[in-house]
C-alpha cells in the first residue's frame, strides 16, 4: 500500500525550503496527525540534535511512523558533500550521513542522500566525483543495511547537481556499486524539470524505488503545478510501489494550506 507523509524542517539555515511544516517537531506532528497523514519526514540539523525518546513518544502519541530522515543540513549548514576534493570533508560528510542513517534505522526508516552528493567541477572531473561518490555509498549502503533500512539516493535536477538529474542516468550508477542497498528517491519535482515521462521513468526505477517526494511542476503541493498526476499515480499503483509518497512541497500559501492540499491529493489519487 502506498502511504502519505509530510515534511518537517528543522534546519533554520533551510527556511524558505520547500518543506511544509517547520521549526516545530511536536506542532508539526499533531498537524500531520490531524490532517491524517501517515508518516513524517524530518529535515535535522544534525542526527544528535534529535531526541529517539521524545521522537518515540511522539510517533506513538499520533500514531504516525517515521518516513525518512534527510541530510542536506550537512551541506546547508557546514557544507559537507560526499564528492568534496578535501578528503577530511568527504569523511566528515559520511560521518554525518552516517549518523542520520543511525538514527533513522532504529525507526525502520531510510536516510536520504540528497544536495549531500555534491557536484563536479572547479578541478574535480566528473569521473573522479563519481569514483568518490561510490566509494561513500559502499560504504553507507551496507550501513544501512545492517539496520534493514534502504539508503536513498536522489538525483536532483541539472540546477542543483551536474551528477545525475534522471533516473535512466541514476539506476545505471546505482548498478556499478557493490551494494544493492541504495535505492532511489524521484522527487516529481525534479522529474518535472528532467524527464521526459515521469510515469515511465519511475516504472523504469521498478524495485528500486526506494521513496517518492510528492509535488508539482512548481514545487507547490500536488495539484497546484502542472503535472498531470493521474499517469503518475497509475505508475506506482500498477507497479507495486509501498512506500511513502512525502510532501516536499514549498508551505504556500501557508503550511496547513499545503499539508490540506497534499492529503486531499493523496486520497484522490492513493485511496
Ligand atoms: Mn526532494
Redesign the pocket.
Known amino acids: 500500500m502506498i502511504t502519505s507523509a509530510v515534511t518537517i524542517s528543522l534546519v533554520p539555515e533551510a527556511r524558505g525550503g520547500?518543506f511544509v511544516f517547520w521549526d516545530d517537531l511536536e506542532a508539526g506532528c499533531a498537524r500531520a496527525a490531524a490532517l491524517g497523514f501517515d508518516a513524517i519526514e524530518i529535515f535535522p540539523t544534525h542526527a544528535d540534535d534529535l531526541d529517539g525518546l521524545v521522537l518515540r513518544e511522539l510517533l506513538r502519541k499520533h500514531g504516525l511512523r517515521l518516513a525518512a530522515v534527510g541530510t542536506g543540513a550537512g551541506w546547508v549548514r557546514r557544507k559537507l558533500r560526499l564528492t568534496d576534493p578535501d578528503p577530511h570533508v568527504r569523511m566528515c560528510a559520511r560521518d554525518f550521513i552516517g549518523a542520520v542513517i543511525d538514527f533513522a534505522g532504529g525507526f525502520g526508516a531510510p536516510a536520504i542522500i540528497?544536495s549531500m552528493q555534491g557536484r563536479w567541477g572547479d578541478g574535480v572531473s566528473r569521473e573522479q566525483a563519481l569514483a568518490w561518490l561510490k566509494e561513500e555509498l559502499d560504504q553507507l549502503g551496507p550501513r544501512a543495511h545492517a539496520l534493514e533500512t534502504p539508503l536513498l539516493y536522489?538525483p536532483l535536477n541539472r540546477y542543483e547537481t551536474n551528477l545525475f538529474n534522471t533516473v535512466a542516468d541514476s539506476l545505471g550508477f546505482l548498478a556499478t556499486l557493490r551494494t544493492q542497498n541504495v535505492k532511489l528517491?524521484c522527487?516529481l519535482?525534479?522529474m518535472s524539470i528532467e524527464e521526459a515521462d515521469i510515469a515511465g521513468a519511475l516504472k523504469r526505477a521498478g524495485p528500486k524505488l526506494g521513496h517518492v517526494?510528492f509535488a508539482d511542476s512548481n514545487r507547490r503541493a500536488i495539484g497546484w503545478g502542472h503535472t498531470d498526476i493521474a499517469p503518475v499515480a497509475e505508475a506506482l499503483k500498477s507497479m507495486g510501489y509501498a512506500g511513502h509518497v512525502s510532501a516536499?512541497c514549498l508551505p504556500l500559501p501557508d503550511s496547513d494550506a499545503a499539508a490540506a492540499q497534499t492529503i486531499a491529493s493523496f486520497r484522490r489519487w492513493f485511496r
Open positions: 520547500p540528497g536522489e528517491l522527487d519535482f525534479h517526494h516536499e
